[in-house]
């Protein structure tokens, strides 16, 4: 046997990617750090930068196998695009070219964010800098509402296509993401998981023997979320009461474990415990909304701007560090299996019920986003933002520039600028 097919069949052993489809360390550092610097956008641009690489330019991926990647980074809690990029770099180049490549894919924009957050979030930010953040935060709000949007049409076709009752839990759990983020944003996660796990028993509920006890035939149960939430609520308590940077840790922790539903669902985890803290105040947290939305690399990495203002740059590393390792885990624990993950019932499920949660969660976030908003002007930029964003149909890196560039004007001519 030739030594390539030796080395092949023993990754293959091992769980690595065949060495036929590797990379050089060197390519993967050098094309996933170009994508880390100019996917700007979110994860529509991120996963459209990686198909493009992967899956139409070098072929290391077929179609199938990225959409299965997709459709798995979906289902996992933290951020999808994130994890994406990771399973990539996995596939591409084994557990070593993941490591190079998550980092590649997130240090640009890190190291930006915490630039940009040492500019905007310090206790005496020059005017131009304060106008730029006020009319960049009032149409963080509108950015929002535009996320939630975009998810809401297609996850009611699919639970209305389903028939039966699925449409009135749909709308059940979205109801209930929209309250908890309106109400008890620290403690959003447990309403996610809560609704996961609630559809998950209702279309697999456990099948007992005639003694009482589960059957043989016994659906296998989402156990990770069953063990998770007991073990967060003890570190929640545990970090509340420490304070400092325990409660960040647990911030961040929730972001990057606990949180399904795409980037924006971390506004509401983030807030209550940026301003409740008094890490930051309301216009410090628009800021680093806006701040995390027009950096390149994942929006989670608002998550780092929170920790600069909880603990300087040591802090927003460590939030950085403590809210992506997640996504290294379970990828690199579970990349073999994604292609069976899309098809299975009881995961789907779970998303079926935390996915509706997390869009209520989305739009219920807009809610607080707008009450933070001190001055009138902000409410007419947006009023703009939502027509440039669901009226026009603009780019949000558009419209969050467009509404800096509105409160830099109205702070260079003498108008009111929030406290």
Request: charged share 10%; proline share 6%.
């Given at each position: 046997?030739?030594?390539a097919?030796?080395?092949?069949?023993?990754?293959?052993?091992?769980g690595?990617?065949?060495?036929?489809?590797?990379?050089s360390?060197g390519t993967?550092?050098?094309?996933?750090?170009?994508i880390?610097?100019?996917?700007?956008g979110?994860?529509?641009?991120?996963?459209?930068?990686?198909?493009?690489?992967?899956?139409?330019?070098?072929?290391?991926?077929?179609?199938?196998?990225f959409?299965?990647?997709?459709?798995?980074?979906?289902?996992?809690?933290?951020?999808?695009?994130?994890?994406?990029?990771i399973?990539?770099?996995?596939?591409?180049?084994?557990?070593?070219?993941?490591?190079?490549g998550?980092?590649?894919?997130?240090?640009?924009?890190?190291?930006?964010?915490?630039?940009?957050?040492a500019l905007?979030?310090?206790?005496?930010?020059?005017?131009w800098?304060?106008?730029?953040?006020?009319?960049?935060?009032?149409?963080?709000?509108?950015?929002?509402?535009?996320?939630?949007?975009?998810?809401?049409l297609?996850?009611?076709?699919?639970?209305?296509?389903?028939g039966?009752?699925?449409?009135?839990r749909?709308?059940?759990?979205?109801?209930?993401?929209g309250?908890?983020?309106?109400?008890?944003?620290?403690?959003?996660?447990l309403?996610?998981?809560?609704?996961?796990?609630?559809?998950?028993?209702?279309?697999?509920?456990?099948?007992?023997?005639?003694?009482?006890?589960?059957?043989?035939?016994?659906a296998?149960?989402?156990?990770?979320?069953?063990?998770?939430?007991?073990?967060?609520?003890?570190?929640?308590?545990?970090?509340?009461?420490?304070?400092?940077?325990?409660?960040?840790?647990?911030t961040?922790?929730?972001?990057?474990?606990?949180?399904?539903?795409?980037?924006?669902?971390?506004?509401?985890?983030?807030?209550?415990?940026?301003?409740?803290?008094?890490?930051?105040?309301?216009g410090?947290?628009?800021?680093?909304?806006?701040?995390?939305?027009i950096?390149?690399?994942?929006?989670?990495?608002?998550v780092?701007?929170?920790?600069?203002a909880?603990?300087?740059?040591?802090?927003?590393?460590?939030?950085a560090?403590?809210?992506?390792?997640?996504?290294?885990?379970?990828?690199?624990?579970?990349?073999?299996y994604f292609?069976?993950?899309?098809?299975?019932?009881?995961?789907?499920?779970?998303?079926?019920?935390?996915?509706?949660a997390?869009?209520?969660a989305?739009?219920?976030s807009?809610?607080?986003?707008?009450?933070?908003l001190?001055?009138?002007?902000?409410y007419?930029?947006?009023?703009?933002?939502?027509?440039?964003?669901?009226?026009?149909r603009?780019?949000?890196?558009?419209t969050?520039?467009?509404?800096?560039?509105?409160?830099?004007?109205?702070?260079?001519?003498?108008?009111?600028l929030?406290?």
């Amino acid at each position: 046997m030739p030594a390539a097919d030796e080395a092949g069949r023993q990754d293959a052993q091992a769980g690595e990617p065949q060495a036929s489809y590797q990379a050089s360390l060197g390519t993967v550092l050098r094309e996933w750090g170009r994508i880390g610097c100019v996917g700007f956008g979110g994860p529509p641009a991120h996963i459209a930068l990686l198909r493009k690489l992967c899956v139409d330019r070098e072929h290391w991926l077929d179609a199938t196998e990225f959409e299965d990647a997709i459709s798995a980074c979906n289902l996992l809690p933290g951020p999808a695009s994130t994890q994406l990029a990771i399973f990539c770099a996995w596939r591409v180049r084994g557990h070593l070219g993941a490591l190079a490549g998550g980092v590649a894919f997130i240090v640009p924009g890190l190291i930006l964010i915490l630039a940009l957050a040492a500019l905007f979030l310090s206790g005496a930010p020059p005017l131009w800098v304060q106008g730029t953040g006020a009319g960049a935060g009032a149409a963080v709000a509108a950015v929002a509402v535009q996320a939630g949007f975009s998810l809401l049409l297609p996850s009611w076709t699919r639970a209305r296509k389903a028939g039966s009752w699925r449409w009135a839990r749909w709308a059940l759990y979205l109801l209930a993401g929209g309250c908890a983020a309106a109400a008890i944003g620290p403690w959003l996660v447990l309403v996610l998981l809560g609704c996961g796990l609630t559809e998950l028993a209702v279309r697999h509920p456990q099948r007992t023997g005639p003694d009482g006890t589960p059957g043989p035939s016994s659906a296998p149960r989402l156990t990770l979320p069953l063990v998770m939430a007991p073990g967060a609520a003890r570190a929640a308590g545990a970090a509340i009461a420490a304070g400092g940077l325990a409660a960040l840790a647990w911030t961040a922790f929730k972001v990057g474990a606990l949180s399904f539903g795409g980037g924006f669902v971390i506004i509401p985890l983030l807030r209550a415990d940026a301003v409740g803290h008094h890490w930051m105040t309301n216009g410090q947290f628009l800021n680093a909304v806006a701040l995390g939305q027009i950096t390149p690399g994942p929006v989670v990495q608002t998550v780092a701007a929170v920790g600069y203002a909880a603990g300087g740059v040591g802090g927003g590393l460590l939030a950085a560090l403590i809210a992506f390792s997640p996504s290294f885990v379970f990828v690199l624990g579970g990349a073999r299996y994604f292609g069976s993950l899309r098809g299975n019932s009881r995961a789907q499920a779970f998303l079926d019920g935390s996915g509706p949660a997390a869009i209520g969660a989305i739009l219920g976030s807009a809610l607080p986003l707008t009450a933070a908003l001190s001055q009138p002007w902000q409410y007419a930029v947006l009023a703009g933002a939502l027509l440039l964003l669901l009226g026009l149909r603009r780019g949000v890196v558009l419209t969050l520039l467009a509404a800096g560039v509105t409160g830099l004007i109205i702070a260079l001519a003498g108008g009111p600028l929030p406290h």
